[in-house]
């Protein structure tokens, strides 16, 4: 049986990745996360819509991802156009919280 990490209420954290690349690479790697994201919201969004449970929560992703989505694209951008390479750090933070009522867990 594999072995659960101990979770703190403080939360997990992991490093997911850390490189660095040239700009037209980070790009197409960011944006594909980014594009990901949308997606799936878009998804649930439609999901929950068809099904007329609303999807306020994923509207609302979808708003913040787009936005930024092009945040992104202009740093980036200035990136391509100056050839400099793009360092990205990612880091993950997992709390578990008690879905009765949205509680963080201790």
Do not use: C, W
Request: charged fraction near 25%; proline fraction near 3%; hydrophobic fraction near 35%.
């Amino acid at each position: 049986m594999e072995k659960v990490p101990n979770i703190q209420p403080a939360g997990y954290q992991v490093s997911l990745f850390e490189m660095e690349m040239p700009g037209a690479e980070a790009r197409n790697v960011l944006l594909t996360l980014v594009n990901d994201r949308i997606d799936y919201h878009n998804r649930e969004h439609f999901g929950l819509t068809v099904r007329g449970k609303g999807g306020i929560d994923h509207q609302r992703a979808i708003t913040t991802l787009t936005e930024v989505k092009h945040e992104l694209n202009t740093v980036l951008s200035h990136a391509l156009q100056n050839g400099t390479h793009v360092k990205i750090t990612a880091n993950l933070s997992i709390d578990l919280t008690d879905e009765s009522n949205r509680k963080k867990v201790v």
